[in-house]
């Protein structure tokens, strides 16, 4: 099969259960965005997404975003690129150019860094302030324990336009306990967006309140080994 029909019927089988989830629990599908991620694929699959109709993608990587995405947005309209994976404060300036969203805003000086940037650009891109629910030391994301204090402080002390938050459980634990915690957080501080489910569970996810679903498997395949 070739790969634009391969993406565009893995696409419409993605978003009919995400319409299945969402009227499953109340909600009506339009209310969540679907993120298709592809990271480590080439340039190819998402230009192949983008001709099946699909608008809002993600990237972990600030540099493979940089070669991917600006001749992709010079052949399409009203695409939408999220930043989902770890972003360092020296690639903030960067990652504001390329990104629409960044989901994973973590930490103080990277709060502070994007503020400082958007005070230069007089712009700034939506943010997600990323939890670290299951206080995995190797993972990035605020502690549970820290982030009332920081989302608070990023939205009025540091001024940054937090939309949301985004959290990735622990592979081996029932993700509903962590979408659960998280969409408790956002409630506390009236944030009306929520960033949880990949693959192997967004329609959890659905069911739990996400907003924004990030897959990649299931649209673009199995990735290649990183490089
Ligand atoms: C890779 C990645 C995804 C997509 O994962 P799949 O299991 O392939 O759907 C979602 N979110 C983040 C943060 C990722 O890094």
Redesign the pocket.
Known sequence: MDIINEISRNLQDVQQKIVAAAEGSGRKGDDVTL?A?G??HEAARSHAALRAGQRAF?E?RVQEAAGKWPPLRAEFNDVEVHL??PLQTNKVRQAMTLFDVI??VDRPKLAAALAQEAEKLGRCPACFIQVNTGAEPQKAGIMPQDADKFIADCIDIVGLPVEGL?C?PPADEEPSLHFAMLREIAKRHGLTKL?MG???D?EIAVAFGATHV???????GQ?PPLR
Do not use: L
């Open positions: 993120i991620v990271k480590a993600g972990n989902i994976g989901q994973t985004m990735i960033s990949m693959s192997a967004y990030r897959v990649g498997t299931a649209i673009f990735r």
